[in-house]
């Protein structure tokens, strides 16, 4: 049996090793910096195709960004999807005071971000890619970006007053998570990405009030058509959180699927090099058309 540390350095370096694949078109839906989005059009020439939705992860930190799942996103347009892959504001690139690396998030800017792309997406989308049919758009994220785009597919259910609650579901086809973080107090026992929950959510006198609007394994049922993919040797996020976001969602009435790939680690469900990549594609696509 391969050593699970050789194996994950290993996918790690197989899916960093891809070029990085330039946009067809990039679009800015905020002012700063990093609220922009990247389009790449099907390379089918169909002229009417799904939306996939790309949320990239890296525990929500300033050092990772959009670039590491440009492949990824090509893979998908070179399978017949246009493809929308979204930044947004992360963590400070600058250490925190007193803290031992980059701050995790920012709160609320980050979540401010992604409700305010996924409202814009439609009319971003129609000016990008005409041949985008936004009313079959999927959600995905990988990693920390599993988690938002889970949290995404739930502002309708998030709590009343809630500045990104949305007034009905989010007109979304489904959602694919990529060992999405998620159940928050069980990623912090876990010490999942080394606190980053826990820099996320800021203050622990914050913590509680802000899981009830930042979790999604507290957001449940949602209505939306949910899978998850998750490599059950990843080192990065563990299976259990995965499966811990399964089970709520079966006390809450709701059924998500779970695919938990043997000997595969973090990196292999975007990596295109790898067959588990292959396997997301069709999860998405089981949802799209």
Known sequence: MPDPVARDTAETESAFSHPAVAPDVSLAYGEHPDQ??????????????????LLHG???????????????????????????????RRGRSLPQQGGQGPVAGRWPETF???????????????????????RRTVLTGHSAGGHLALWAAARHVLPVGSAWRL???????GVVALAPIVDFARAVE?????????????????FASRVAHSDPAVLLPTGIATAVVQGRDD?????????????????AGETVGLTLLEEVGHFPVIDPAADACAVVAEEIAQLAF
């Open 112 to 134: 401010d971000d992604i409700a305010a792309v996924l409202d814009a997406l439609p009319e971003l989308a129609g000016t990008a890619l005409p041949q985008a049919d936004v």
């Open 36 to 53: 922009i989005v990247d389009f790449y059009a099907p390379r089918s020439g169909q002229d009417s195709v799904p939306l996939v939705v």
């Open 167 to 173: 007034p009905a579901p989010p007109p979304l086809r």
């Open 190 to 206: 876990l010490d999942v990405c080394e606190g980053a929950v826990a820099e996320l959510l800021g203050p622990e006198a914050e």
């Open 58 to 88: 890296g525990a929500w930190r300033a050092r990772y960004d959009r670039a590491y799942l440009t492949p990824f996103a090509d893979f998908l347009a070179r399978r017949g999807f246009a493809v929308a892959n979204v930044e947004y």
């Open 235 to 251: 080192l990065t996020v563990p299976h259990h959180l995965a499966e811990s976001f399964v089970a709520a969602a079966a006390e």
